[in-house]
């Protein structure tokens, strides 16, 4: 979903790049509280998945593929505010060193990968979390369905933007109908991709998942003192 | 598992990921891209194709790695915290 430099015009992407810096301002000032010493560097190594995961396009049918966006999954083990650092790290790496999105379309993609979809999947994933047993094995079916919904979320603002903003006219109906349409189908692999994801760390180690942390505060600290010998 | 086991295997998973992806990535255009070529706005685009290759993908995430981990590094809260 990166958009390349020229889809856009000029006022459109200078509102999109204030929210993107404005977005991420405030993420810096959030970040602080989910971020510790055990935590930083699980959060580097979400950007890096996230930044394999973004490369590895996936075939939807018809001569179309999708990709990981990957706002919701980095949310759900990192947390929302560094999560839309994560993404815009992500993202600025690929635009001035991958030629993947354009460089006056950064603020774009960052409010549509990085803002959008972090904070749609993360609300959606609260969501999910609330209807759901509170569950440590129900974290990574309600990051899928963040997932699921974050990257049709994106797709909707990009075409608001485009029928706003476009340099060339679509009518707006159409345009809609198979931003959604397609994004919807990405959607599924978007939220196989998180769930899997999730689902192994969740397994390995729940205390560095941030959206498992809820879950895990039940729990009572058990002490195994047939271990102590080991 | 320990924690620096768990980031040895989630940093190889990563590079595995982008190694696959070198390999094995759908060429078809994304979402985004077929829509606009069949809208007829992809042309709008002044921006040259996406950079490929093992080399370009390897360094990319590595600089990744390395930008986003010294700032969530730098932007962590000293100490360990009091665990909930």
């Given amino acids: 979903m990166h958009v390349p430099d020229g889809f856009l015009d000029a006022p459109t992407s200078l509102v999109t790049g204030a929210v993107a810096v404005a977005g991420v301002a405030i993420a810096l000032r959030g970040a602080r509280r989910e971020l510790d010493d055990r935590t930083a560097p699980m959060a580097g190594l979400v950007a890096t998945f996230v930044f394999a995961g973004q490369m590895m396009n996936f075939p939807v049918g018809a001569g179309t593929s999708g990709h990981l966006l990957g706002g919701a999954l980095a949310a759900v083990l990192a947390g929302p505010f560094t999560a839309v650092l994560c993404i815009s790290v992500v993202l600025l790496v690929q635009a001035l060193v991958m030629a993947d999105g354009g460089i006056t379309a950064l603020g774009t993609n960052v409010t549509l990968m990085a803002l959008v979809a972090v904070v749609v999947g993360w609300l959606a994933f609260r969501v999910a979390q609330t209807v759901l047993p509170r569950r440590t094995s129900m974290v990574a079916p309600a990051a899928a369905f963040g997932a699921f919904v974050s990257v049709p979320a994106a797709a909707l603002v990009f075409s608001g933007l485009f029928i706003v903003g476009g340099t060339a006219p679509v009518d707006a109906g159409t345009l809609l109908t198979a931003m959604l349409g397609w994004h919807t189908v990405i959607g599924l692999g978007e939220a196989v991709i998180t769930g899997l994801v999730v689902g192994s760390v969740v397994s390995a180690r729940p205390d560095l998942c941030h959206g498992a942390r809820r879950t895990l505060q039940g729990r009572t600290l058990e002490v195994r003192t047939s271990q102590v010998t080991g | ?84």
């Fill in chain 2, 1 to 84: 598992m320990s924690r620096r086991a768990f980031l040895v295997v989630g940093l190889l998973a990563a590079v595995l990921v982008a190694g696959a992806a070198v390999l094995w990535a759908s060429a078809h255009p994304d979402g985004l891209e077929f829509v606009s070529r069949e809208h007829g706005f992809a042309d709008q685009s002044s921006s040259p194709g996406r950079r490929g290759g093992a080399a370009w993908s390897l360094g990319g995430l590595a600089l990744v790695a390395l930008v986003a981990g010294g700032l969530f590094w730098a932007l962590r809260r000293r100490g360990s915290r009091d665990e909930a």
